[in-house]
Structures are given as C-alpha cells and as structure tokens.
C-alpha cells in the first residue's frame, strides 16, 4: 500500500512540476505569435498601408496575443488585458507598444516600429531559451519531490 501511495506522489509531484512549467510555454508562444506581430505590422505600415484594426482584424481568436490585440481595437470598456505569465515590466512594454502605434503618418510609425525591433527580438530570444531551460528544471524538481515522498512513505 505504501509503495502505491508513494508511486502516486512521485506521478501527481511530476504532473504538478509540468503543469507549473506552462507559464514558459505560453511565454515563448505569447512573444513569438508579438514578433511575428510586429513584423507584419511593419509590412503592413510599409507596403499595403492598412489600418491596425484591419490587421487586427486578420488575426485568429486561438492564441493569448491575438487576443490582446483584437480587445485592444474592439473591446468598448477600454480594459486592457494582464497576463500572468508575464512580469510587470511586460505587460507595461506592452501596454505602451499599443497605446503609441497608430497614432501618426507611416514614415514615423516605421521608425518607431524599428526601434523596437531588437528589443522585441531579444523577449522573444529569451523566452525560448527560458522555456527550455525551466521546463525541464520544474519536471525535475517535481519528481524529485515525489520520489522524496516516495522515499519517506517507505
């Protein structure tokens, strides 16, 4: 009976560290799904000069940052969404990458736009690497969380 309990710890400990490791993964699908934003925004200003709420039109609703973006330009309370997975600092960064854009003529936005380029770059550079090297760490933590249950159960 012990060694049951102490399987079912080390499996619900492994599940608890994988189900915590999730918050890298939406990082990194949240700022690759942002830079693939932003680069077709700066096509879009560039080349076919559409409006952000067309753009913002194209998007599909699967995605956290799509999300973001379509409550932006046609949500009517004006609440602007926070994510949990990331910091402060980043939903700040973000909040004021939309609150600038779309605000005055092409040459100006592009500018703007290609300032933040390698900044955004970088987010969503990190996150990878985070993501990679986090999830597994919290999967390991959890299972050597279990198998000390285990361990104490015996």
């Known amino acids: 009976m012990n060694v049951l309990c102490g399987i079912i ?82 939903n700040k960064f973000l909040e004021d990458y939309f609150l600038k854009i779309g605000k005055s003529n092409s040459q100006v936005e592009n500018g703007f736009l290609n300032s933040l380029t390698d900044e955004i770059i970088n987010k969503s550079s990190q996150s990878a690497v985070n993501e990679v090297k986090y999830k597994k760490l919290y999967i390991k933590i959890g299972f050597l969380l279990g198998l000390m249950l285990f361990i104490l159960l015996i």
Do not use: M
Not at 46 to 63: G, Q, V
């Open 9 to 90: 710890a080390i499996c619900l400990c492994t599940f608890i560290g994988y189900y915590l490791s999730g918050r890298w993964t939406d990082r990194k699908i949240f700022y690759s799904d942002f830079l693939s934003f932003h680069n077709t925004l700066l096509k879009e200003i560039e080349f076919s000069k559409k409006s952000l709420p067309e753009i913002a039109e194209t998007l599909s609703n699967d995605k956290d940052f799509n999300k973001y973006v379509k409550n932006i330009y046609f949500n009517e309370q004006g609440k602007i969404l926070k994510f949990k997975y990331l910091t402060a600092d980043e």
